[in-house]
């Protein structure tokens, strides 16, 4: 609020998982009577919870954990995935999994144990967030919203804005940027310059 001072209007930009930190960013500020537009950049909250079922749909918490694992190390390793799930299914609690997975030297030289553990943990403490999410509860807001979408993604979603229109009360603009979800980020600065 300090930084607002005697703003009315904001603009607040979200990137995947952080469009639903937008999205309640700018219910907080509508609360207090400031308006202001979204820029949602590959993000929306059923977008979001669309591709966790995809990728993590599990009907265990161990289950969860363990996937969430397996998919970070595949990032960082070329080694085979079975071994390792097989030694993470020893693993009883989170904290045990965690001292497991940064045991492999491949990712100590890209990031720092402590680094690792909080990687991991941020990203498993996203998808529960987006599990339990739910934007049905919520008042729309007034805010105008634009979505930046890619061109190249791995799953077609049934509606083009993601669902944003139960978001807004605004019609939701929607730009296709050339590109994936990590490559578009390069193309973002200049297309929100233009627009604004």
């Not at 999205?23 to 993000?43: C, P, Q, S, V």
């Not at 969430?68 to 989170?94: F, G, P, Q, R, V």
């Not at 001292?99 to 144990?113: A, N, V």
Request: charged share 25%; hydrophobic share 40%; aromatic share 10%.
């Amino acid at each position: 609020m300090e930084k607002m001072k005697d703003q009315k209007e904001f603009l607040i930009v979200g990137y995947s998982f952080g469009s639903l930190i937008a999205i309640e960013l700018a219910r907080l500020l509508e609360a207090k009577n400031f308006i202001g537009r979204l820029i949602l950049i590959d993000g929306a909250p059923d977008w979001i919870k669309f591709l966790s079922k995809k990728y993590f749909n599990h009907t265990s918490q161990q289950e969860l954990q363990n996937d969430i694992l397996l998919h970070l190390l595949k990032l960082y390793l070329e080694s085979d995935n079975e071994m390792i799930a097989l030694d993470l299914k020893e693993c009883s609690t989170w904290e045990e999994k965690l001292e497991f997975i940064t045991r492999f030297s491949e990712m100590t030289d890209m990031l720092s144990i402590e680094n690792q553990k909080l990687l991991c943990t941020t990203f498993y403490d996203h998808i529960i967030a987006v599990q339990d999410y739910d934007i049905s509860s919520l008042s729309r807001l007034k805010s105008s919203v634009i979505l930046l979408k890619p061109t190249l993604t791995p799953f077609t979603f049934p509606e083009e804005d993601y669902g944003l229109h139960k978001v807004t009360e605004s019609v939701v603009q929607i730009h296709y940027i050339e590109g994936s979800h990590i490559t578009i980020i390069d193309k973002i600065a200049s297309f929100i310059n233009e627009a604004f």
